[in-house]
């Protein structure tokens, strides 16, 4: 009885002492019985299941790695596919500098997982980045025949969307100069070697004490003076040359990334930077094709991403949707000439909507009598011929005495310019007008991928030039597409497919 009394009593303060307390982990000292393994610390729904399982079934001797076979002599190196790996987990969280990654392969036990806890420096992270762009861009590629033939992309009747974005370069818009703005540095440049030339007298002549910089401080200052000088002229002379090959186009050249452009951006302003057009499946919006340019616009874009998303689906036949930036009849004739359906809205002529004249679409071409159909029902008719331009125009002379001249044109007369790819041109509006459903299902599945893109490569390229800037396109694509693969099929199917392809490979 006197037991059964101080047992209940003992209880009643544990219960009481319990619930005056936090939730506390184990004792850092205390160790296990068995130890713990890393395995356990990885969820069975992680990403880097879906990583693993990817680059476990590449053949990447096949593919251009640097160092993929491991040399006969010499210290091991870290092996191809585990820097991969490493770089498509970065890739996959934001976390994309070659330091982010070394840190956390020490910390994070997803990366020491994936890595088999190999924590490779900084230097040997970025170094593979920066010479395995080509193997970046094969890997890319080969994962949408992998897409292809898991039936993710290529329905019977495929349907693309073309759709392009502006990323920032690894390089400020200032770095992008002009000749003017070359000259102009220059002579900054020079004052300030002059300035400081006279400052390192005067140090020579104050008293001791007096607080002066010293002699290196200024040598050093002097010696990054003297590298931006000589990278100008070197710009100076790339600006003449250009500007002697084509007089007409304004030259620019960048110092910092030499082949980065300066882009107009669409609410006003510029952007150092690379023109990105993908061509996109509707189907499950994952990327067939891609390319980084230099382009200003998307004008010249249609044929080559249209054919390029047909070849990468084994396509015959393909429907390609685009916004009006990409309106261009000698494209669309291209498109058609090659199975391509193209479905792109035509642009109103931005002087007539400024002026708020009418638009073109409200002259109809008679293709019997090769005349326009004015708004007043008057007949234009072809005064002019561009062999260059391939482009005819058309006017009438009833203009003078129009009722509606002021609702029509500024000028003496209405002039309207005809493609001669125009027919091409009107089929593919003419499509785009008939389908409002296709033109709401471009602008629904294009957007997608770039606000991931950019969101992947905040603040813009970590490398500099066109070829490796391909390759980080190329790592950010391979890594969207693999995130929507996951998401649309789940991680354990995704994985046996990728086991199913390994063995299909021989990989
Ligand atoms: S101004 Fe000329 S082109 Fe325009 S509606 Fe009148 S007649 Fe036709």
Redesign the pocket.
């Given at each position: 009885m006197r037991r059964w009394y101080v047992e209940l009593i003992s209880k009643t303060a544990r219960r009481t002492t319990m619930a005056h307390q936090h939730k506390r982990g184990i004792a850092r000292m205390q160790t296990a019985l068995l130890p713990a393994a890393v395995e356990d610390y990885v969820r069975a729904s992680s990403v880097v299941r879906v990583i693993d399982g990817y680059v476990s079934a590449l053949h990447l001797a096949g593919v251009g790695f640097a160092k993929s076979v491991p040399a006969d002599t010499g210290r091991p190196g870290y092996a191809p596919d585990d820097l991969l790996r490493l770089y498509l987990y970065g890739y996959w969280n934001r976390m994309r500098s070659s330091r982010r990654l070394e840190v956390e392969c020490k910390r994070n036990l997803e990366v020491m997982w994936l890595m088999g806890q190999l924590a490779p420096d900084h230097k040997t992270i970025a170094d593979f980045r920066r010479v395995n762009a080509g193997a970046f861009q094969v890997v890319c590629g080969q994962f949408v025949q992998f897409l292809r033939e898991s039936k993710l992309v290529g329905s019977s009747a495929p349907v693309v969307a073309v759709d392009g974005s502006k990323f920032k370069a690894c390089a400020s818009k200032k770095s992008v100069v002009d000749s003017e703005q070359a000259a102009k540095e220059r002579k900054k440049i020079e004052r300030r070697i002059a300035e400081y030339l006279k400052e390192m007298d005067e140090a020579d002549r104050a008293e001791d004490g007096e607080a002066q910089p010293t002699d290196e401080q200024i040598e050093a200052a002097l010696e990054r003076l003297r590298k931006r000088d000589k990278k100008l002229e070197q710009a100076q002379i790339e600006l003449a040359a250009k500007q002697q090959v084509s007089p007409e186009k304004e030259a620019r050249v960048g110092l910092t990334d030499p082949d980065c452009v300066l882009l107009k951006q669409k609410g006003g302003g510029a952007l150092a930077g690379f023109n990105v057009q993908q061509a996109l499946d509707t189907q499950h919006h994952l990327i067939v094709a891609h390319e980084v340019t230099t382009r200003g616009n998307d004008h010249t874009s249609l044929e080559s991403m249209a054919t390029q998303a047909q070849a990468a689906l084994k396509a015959e036949s393909l429907t390609a949707l685009a916004d009006c930036g990409y309106m261009n009849g000698e494209q669309a004739q291209a498109c058609e000439d090659q199975g391509v359906t193209p479905v792109v809205p035509m642009p109103e002529r931005s002087n007539t909507r400024a002026a708020q004249c009418?638009p073109q679409t409200m002259?109809t071409y008679d293709q019997a009598t090769h005349t326009y159909r004015?708004?007043?029902?008057?007949m234009?008719k072809r005064y002019k011929r561009d062999r260059a331009k391939r482009t005819d125009y058309y006017?009438?002379s009833?203009?003078a005495r129009?009722?509606?001249?002021a609702?029509?044109?500024k000028s003496k007369?209405?002039s309207?310019a005809r493609s001669w790819f125009a027919d091409a041109a009107e089929r593919a509006h003419q499509r785009a007008q008939r389908n409002p459903d296709l033109m709401r299902l471009r602008s629904a599945s294009a957007e997608h991928p770039f606000a991931n893109l950019k969101w992947m490569l905040h603040g813009g390229f970590a490398v500099r030039t066109l070829p490796k800037v391909k390759g980080e396109m190329a790592l950010a694509v391979l890594t969207y597409n693999l995130k929507r693969a996951a998401n649309v099929l789940g991680i354990s199917s995704l994985i046996e497919k990728f086991k199913l392809s390994a063995a299909l490979n021989g990989a």
């Open positions: 009418y002259f004015c708004p007043a029902g008057e234009l006017w009438t009833a203009c129009c009722a509606l001249k609702n029509c044109t007369r209405r309207i």
